[in-house]
């Protein structure tokens, strides 16, 4: 199973090519290969891609988009809506963090974890710290996402457990993620884990749900 090729998928998701990305897909799953496989070596490989176009000359919104279109077909065919069996293993928030508009890695990691039984309260994308306490509050969340593409919002991030802890909400994990934030470490940006990706995410969060917290 680990030798199935996925350089079709990448292309065609680079391509901005929805149909043939589902083509793909279906490919991939009558040759064996799992949902988790297929994102972790197929759609976030073209994830990476496309995060380092946001950050050289090459920049191409148009792409972008048609790119995550793509992508958000994609998983739609893998973690099908309403898929998720309930009750809910626990409740996660994820967000952008204020002045960072890209929310494809958000997105992902949104349908593996509701395709994996968590309840997601997704913030959305350019959301203010004050907004995400609010929503932490109110929802009492096992743990808070953060997904952040650009350098930018590091500060923000390092602001998050301490606005926590104001809030007496000391014991929700934060977790970050992202092409920005994976290249720092747990203790450099304030938080309890940094994911290298979606199912990194997920694993870290099995762990916690296992002991009970």
């Known amino acids: 199973m680990n030798d199935i090729p996925m350089n079709g998928l990448i292309a ?10 589902a083509i793909r897909v ?24 496309l995060d380092g176009k946001c950050t050289l000359e090459e920049f191409n919104l148009l792409e972008i988009m048609l790119a995550g279109r793509a992508v958000t077909e994609v998983m739609k065919l893998l973690y099908p809506e309403g898929s998720a069996a309930a009750p809910s293993k626990a409740t996660v928030i994820i967000a952008t963090l204020e002045g960072d508009v890209h929310d494809l890695g958000k997105n992902i990691l949104k349908m593996v974890l509701t395709g994996s039984r968590y309840r997601v309260v997704d913030c959305g994308k350019d959301c203010p710290l004050e907004k995400l306490a609010d929503c932490a509050e109110r929802e009492q969340p096992l743990a808070i996402g953060i997904s952040g593409l650009i350098t930018n919002v590091i500060p923000q991030v390092k ?7 104001v809030r007496k909400l000391e014991w ?18 304030n938080v309890d884990f940094v994911a290298e990706s979606a199912f990194d995410t997920l694993h870290y969060l099995e762990g916690l749900a296992g002991d009970g917290r």
């Open 12 to 21: 065609a998701i680079l391509d901005g090519d929805c149909a043939e990305s």
């Open 26 to 49: 279906e490919q991939l799953r009558k040759a064996g290969a799992s949902a988790e496989r297929i994102v972790t070596h197929g759609i976030e490989p073209a994830m990476s891609a």
């Open 159 to 165: 602001q998050v457990k301490d606005l926590l802890r």
């Open 172 to 189: 929700v994990k934060v977790m970050a993620g992202g092409a920005a934030l994976k290249q720092s470490t747990a203790g450099k940006l």
